[in-house]
């Protein structure tokens, strides 16, 4: 009887650790992610942000939020993280492979003011409950602290204008109407989309009076030939068409927060208008397929 014992108590090992193996060590699953420009600005409270990732496993272990142990972005800093969720957002299919959308929402483990962190190549690290650690190539981020000095700016209205550049769709500009409750003159000092990898020349901050539309041509509309520095009148209101300018080849820029430092008299100010979602796009569209990156997945550390 002890022989069949043992026996039996074997098998029964084998088959808790085969039912383990899909989920501990898929390594045949393939795990992709789109880089793209991260820029966050947070006030009051921590902005939350997120990386998405497409995923051949969905019973895998990167697909289940009690499976992510510690998160942190590296690159020339550390930034710690913690989880706030892992949500599914449907499938696409690449190369004849179903792939499972999730989304990492995350926030930073300190809030305090000011604080400002720039990281140009960033690489979103997670610790999984086996030891393993995932690397996911992020792009650029950008995480910033400010403090929103009330003042005298009104936002009317703003809409964000996209197309075509290089692989995909990105942001190219914005039309920005603003109105100054004050009457005195309002200088426009700055605005700032919180990343280095994307820049306003306030200069080409052109007044214009076109009325939206999809598909607008931001490089019509902004004239370069407008040299002075953007103001407004006492108790004006009137539309900015703005340009973006990338000082990089990493232009996939979906969402961003905006920050315009202005001046009225001695007085001077910060209007903010923190992480937005300006284009609803897929990053997972075959168009955006040549930035798809493979997410590494390394094996524990051997004591």
Not at 67 to 73: D, K, Q, R, S, V
Not at 120 to 144: C, I, K, N, Q, T
Not at 210 to 230: A, C, W, Y
């Amino acid at each position: 009887m002890r022989p069949a014992v043992i026996g039996l108590s074997v098998f029964l090992v084998l088959i808790a650790w085969a039912s383990l193996v899909p989920r501990l060590a898929p390594h045949s699953t393939m795990i992709r992610t789109v880089p793209r420009i991260h820029s966050y600005l947070a006030t009051d409270e921590p902005a939350l942000f997120s990386v998405d990732f497409l995923i051949s496993d969905p019973d895998g272990l990167p697909a289940m939020e009690d499976a992510y142990e510690t998160l942190w972005i590296e690159g020339d800093e550390t930034f710690a993280l913690d989880l706030v969720s892992l949500d599914a957002r449907g499938t696409t299919v690449i190369d004849k492979v179903t792939m499972h959308q999730f989304v990492l929402r995350m926030a930073p483990r300190f809030h305090t003011v000011p604080f400002a962190v720039q990281i140009d190549e960033a690489a979103l690290h997670a610790r999984l409950v086996d030891g393993r650690e995932m690397v996911f190539p992020m792009g650029a981020f950008s995480y910033r602290t400010h403090t929103s000095h009330e003042g005298p700016l009104r936002l009317e209205h703003l809409h964000n204008l996209y197309g075509s550049f290089g692989e995909g769709v990105t942001s190219q500009g914005m039309l920005l109407g603003l109105h100054n409750e004050s009457g005195e003159t309002l200088h426009i000092d700055s605005v700032s989309l919180g990343s280095e990898r994307v820049s306003v020349h306030t200069p080409l901050i052109t007044r214009n009076a076109t009325p939206f539309e999809q598909g607008m041509d931001i490089s019509k509309l902004v004239d370069e030939r407008n040299v002075h520095t953007p103001l407004l009148e006492g108790n004006e209101t009137m539309q900015f068409a703005i340009r973006f300018d990338f000082t990089t080849d990493l232009n996939l820029l979906y969402r961003y927060p905006l920050m315009i430092e202005y001046s009225v008299g001695e007085a001077s100010y910060a209007f903010v208008l923190e992480d937005f979602m300006f284009i609803n796009a897929n990053p997972y569209a075959m168009e955006n397929a040549p930035l798809f990156k493979e997410v590494t997945i390394h094996a524990p550390a051997s004591d």
